[in-house]
């Protein structure tokens, strides 16, 4: 049990930021395991299709039996994913179960959630019917707000004439500290530019009493984290890592 006497070690703590602010405040997130990083690059054969074609008719031109070319299997680069980090971290309760437990869980798990819009309505007099009328001003009522960067924040971080304004590490600094993204300090490894995409909770079975709420809570919780960095991986980024 971690406390004053026996505080988490610095490569033990995980945090999550928004620009300068920690999004789960003063509760620390403890690396409760091993966490890994992924990266992942496509690759496909240098000719696609099979013998058939036009690799007969040129092995039949040039004189050479008809078949499949050993230029066929050689491997050629397609594209390279994000960096996927995915670490488990936990919480444990300090005074008060919900707001040392559940709140900041829910406010991780809300992370990875869109907001519903909402609609604003404005009513008036009809002076010739004397009726009601309502009108919406906002037309967010059925749409959903991502959690994080959209083709909307793509384009305003994009020129008039629809070239990135800037070489690609400004285009990203735009997005750093904007809502959805985040920088994450894994101890020792530090991550730039990420959107989380999954948080999975599970909650301990012991119980303790909230003073905030008056009723009972768990405890602790461990929670798994997706996360993905928002442009693919490159030799400078991981570089930046450790």
Known sequence: MFNLENPIPKEKLVTIKEGETNIIGRIPLILDDDFSIKINSKYSDLWQGSSSGFLNLLSSSLGMPSGQFALQGIQIWESTEPI??????KLEMDTDPYLDVINPTKVLMSKSAPKKGSSQVSSKIDPNSNMITKTITNLKLMTLIPPGPNMQAIARAMGGNGNVSEEMSGFLKKFEGGKGVYTVDIGYAHFYSVIIKNVEPTFSKELAYSM????????????????????VATENMIDKIF
């Open 84 to 89: 996927e980090i995915s670490i488990t971290v």
């Open 212 to 231: 905030s709420q008056n009723k009972n809570y768990p405890s602790s919780a461990s929670l798994s984290l997706e996360l993905v960095t928002m442009e």
